[in-house]
C-alpha cells in the first residue's frame, strides 16, 4: 500500500521499532505497508506454538485521538470478525495500547496485492479479471449480507495468494474500518457529517459527497477496479484528492480499450453508473453478469482440457486411441477377423491417412501372424525330435527333391 499524498507525511503509529511487544503478544519485526488508514507491520505471535507470522495493522493517530473514534472503532471491529468468508482476511485479534494506539490483527498472507501485480504487469486479461472481480463479488457477498460496507476497495486491498493449484485464489482485505449499516452494531453507531473515508480514485460518487451508503458502493468501486486491472491505471487521476472526488461526481467514465470484449465492457459501465439504481442492486447480480461471461471460456478450457487428458490417458497397446480427428460422435472402427490366408496384404491391417491413429488390429495378433509366415529351421528339427516321422513333419515342398535330402540329412544329424 502506498500513502496518499494528501495525507501528513509523518504519523507517530509509524515510529514503532523492530522488538517492541504490542499487548504482550505480538513481536514487530518490520514495518511493510502505510495506508490512509494505517500501518501494516510484519509481527510475531509470542503465544502461539510453534510461533506465527501475523499482519498487524496501527491504526493512524488522526483516528484515535478521541474516545469516541475509540468506541466507534472496537464497536466495529467486532463486527468485522463475524466475517468468515474464505476469500475474505481473518481478523484474529484487536485492542488499544497502552499509548492508545487501535491496533488490529490479521492473518499473514503469503503473496502480492493486485496493486504490486499491476505494477509488474501492468494490464491484466480479461479472464484474469473477470476470475479477481468475481471472487471479491464473494466477499463482498457475506459482508453486505451481514450489513457491512468495505468503503475502501483498491487494489491494494485484493491479495492473490500464491497457490501450487491452477486457479487463481485472493483475498479482500482491510475490513478494520469498514462501515456497519445494519445488524445491532449499527444502532448506537456513532456517525461525523462531513467525514468522507475511503481512496478517492475507486470511491463512488455518493461515497465522496458524504451521503449514506450501500452495497452499490462497493459494485462502483469494483467496477472501477477492474477498469484498472484491464487498463493498467484508476480511471481518474488528479493532483488533490477533492479534485479526484469530483470527477467521480461529474466526469464520464472513460472507454476502454477495444481489446476489452464487448460484454465485459458492458458489465463495468452498469458498475460505475452515476445513479446507485442504474447500477447492479447487489454484488449477487454482479457475481451473475460476471459468471455468465466466463462460463463460455471455461467450457472452451475445460473442453481442452478434457480432450487432451482422454488423449494422454489411453495406455499403449490398447485397441484403439482417441485423436482430435476422432470426434465422440463417430464410432470406433472394430478390428477385423483374420482371413484363412494368413499372408494378407499389411495394408489392410491399418485404417487409411484420414483416420491416422486409430488401430484395428492388436499388436500380439500381428506378432503371432509374422511368427506363423516366418518359422526358424531350428522349430521344425525340435518337432522331428519329439516325433521322428520325417514325412509327417516335413513341409518341404516335393518339387526340390536335392533340398529335401539334404535338409532331413543335417535334421537326422541333429536327432542322432
Known amino acids: 500500500m502506498v500513502a496518499a499524498k494528501h495525507l501528513e507525511e509523518h504519523d507517530p503509529a509509524s515510529d514503532f521499532r523492530v522488538g517492541h511487544v504490542i499487548g504482550d503478544r505480538y513481536r514487530i519485526e518490520k514495518l511493510i505497508a502505510a495506508g490512509g488508514m494505517g500501518f501494516v507491520y510484519l509481527a510475531t505471535d509470542l503465544k502461539q506454538t510453534p510461533q506465527q507470522p501475523v499482519a498487524l495493522k496501527i491504526m493512524r493517530s488522526s483516528l484515535q485521538r478521541d474516545p469516541i473514534a475509540i468506541e466507534r472503532f472496537k464497536r466495529e471491529v467486532r463486527t468485522v470478525k463475524r466475517l468468515m468468508h474464505p476469500n475474505t482476511i481473518e481478523l484474529i485479534d484487536y485492542g488499544v495500547t497502552e499509548d492508545g494506539f487501535m491496533f488490529l490483527v490479521m492473518e499473514w498472507l503469503y503473496g502480492k496485492d493486485l496493486r504490486e501485480i499491476m505494477r509488474i504487469k501492468k494490464n491484466l486479461s480479461a479472464l484474469t479479471t473477470t476470475r479477481v472481480a468475481l471472487q471479491v463479488s464473494w466477499s463482498l457477498s457475506e459482508a453486505h449480507m451481514k450489513g457491512i460496507i468495505h468503503r475502501d476497495l483498491k487494489p491494494e486491498n485484493i491479495f492473490i495468494m500464491h497457490n501450487n493449484g491452477p486457479h487463481l485464489r485472493i483475498k479482500v482485505v482491510d475490513f478494520g474500518l469498514a462501515k456497519v449499516v ?31 451508503l450501500d452495497g452499490r458502493s462497493d459494485v462502483y468501486a ?89 488423449r494422454r490417458s489411453t495406455p499403449p497397446g490398447g485397441e484403439y486411441m482417441c485423436t482430435p480427428d476422432v470426434t465422440p ?10 482371413e484363412a490366408d494368413p499372408v494378407e496384404p499389411a495394408v489392410k491391417r491399418y485404417t487409411p491417412a484420414s483416420q491416422k491413429g486409430v488401430r484395428k488390429v492388436r499388436s500380439s495378433q500381428l506378432a503371432a501372424e509374422r511368427a506363423a509366415r516366418h518359422k526358424p529351421f531350428s522349430s521344425q528339427c525340435i518337432r522331428l525330435k519329439t516325433n521322428p516321422t520325417l514325412h509327417s513333419q516335413s513341409k518341404l515342398k516335393p518339387a526340390e527333391p536335392q533340398k529335401r535330402e539334404g535338409f532331413l540329412k543335417r535334421c537326422l544329424g541333429k536327432i542322432l
Open 182 to 212: 445494519s445488524g445491532p452494531e449499527s444502532a448506537q453507531q456513532i456517525t461525523r457529517g462531513g467525514v468522507v473515508c475511503g481512496t478517492p480514485e475507486y470511491m463512488s460518487p455518493e461515497q465522496a459527497k458524504g451521503e449514506q
Open 222 to 310: 469494483l467496477g472501477c477496479v477492474m477498469y484498472a486491472m484491464l487498463e493498467g491505471d484508476a480511471p481518474f487521476r488528479g493532483k488533490k484528492a477533492i479534485d479526484i472526488a469530483m470527477m467521480h461526481i461529474n466526469n464520464p467514465f472513460p472507454q476502454m480499450s477495444e481489446n476489452v470484449p464487448q460484454q465485459l465492457r458492458d458489465i463495468i459501465l452498469k458498475c460505475v453508473a452515476k445513479k446507485p439504481s442504474a447500477r447492479y442492486q447487489n454484488v449477487n447480480e454482479l457475481a451473475i453478469a460476471l459468471e455468465a461471461f466466463l462460463d463460455p471460456i471455461e467450457c472452451q478450457r475445460r473442453e481442452a482440457i478434457d480432450a487432451w487428458t482422454v
Open 329 to 338: 460422435a463417430k464410432k470406433p472402427i472394430q478390428a477385423k477377423e483374420p
